[in-house]
Nanobody, 119 residues
Framework: QVQLVESGGGQVQAGGSLRLSCTASGNVGSIYALGWYRQAPGKERELVAEADGDGRTNIAHSGQGRFTNSRDYGQNMLYLQMNTLNNVDTTVCLC?????????????WGKGTQVTVST
C-alpha cells in the first residue's frame, strides 16, 4: 500500500508559476512509476507528466516547454514545476503511483491539489 499526498496547488494569474509536490509513503520500494494527472470539470482525466523507475521522464504535449517533472528517487517525492500557466491549466492535479510487485501491478492516487489560473 502506498499513500500519496500532494501539495503546492493554489491560485495564480495567467503567466504565473506553481510548483507541485507529491510525497509517497508506505510500500515505496515497489513503486515503479510516479506521475501527475489532471482533470478539469466535465473533462476526462489526462496525463501531465510521468517518471518511471528507470530514470525516464515524460511531459505531455500540453506541458511541453512550460512544465518540468522531476523525481527524487531517494526521498520518494515527485515535483512538477509549472510555468507560464494559462486558463486551460485550471484543474485538479493528482499524483499517481504504479507499483509493480511479484504478485501484481497496482495503482494508487492522491486526493489531488487544485490549480486555478485567473485570466
Amino acid at each position: 500500500q502506498v499513500q500519496l499526498v500532494e501539495s503546492g496547488g493554489g491560485q495564480v494569474q495567467a503567466g504565473g508559476s506553481l510548483r507541485l509536490s507529491c510525497t509517497a509513503s508506505g510500500n515505496v520500494g515497489s513503486i515503479y512509476a510516479l506521475g501527475w494527472y489532471r482533470q478539469a470539470p466535465g473533462k476526462e482525466r489526462e496525463l501531465v507528466a510521468e517518471a518511471d523507475g528507470d530514470g525516464r521522464t515524460n511531459i505531455a504535449h500540453s506541458g511541453q516547454g512550460r512544465f518540468t517533472n522531476s523525481r527524487d528517487y531517494g526521498q520518494n517525492m515527485l515535483y512538477l514545476q509549472m510555468n507560464t500557466l494559462n486558463n486551460v491549466d485550471t484543474t485538479v492535479c493528482l499524483c499517481h503511483a504504479r507499483l509493480i510487485t511479484v504478485v501484481g501491478i497496482y495503482d494508487y492516487w492522491g486526493k489531488g491539489t487544485q490549480v486555478t489560473v485567473s485570466t
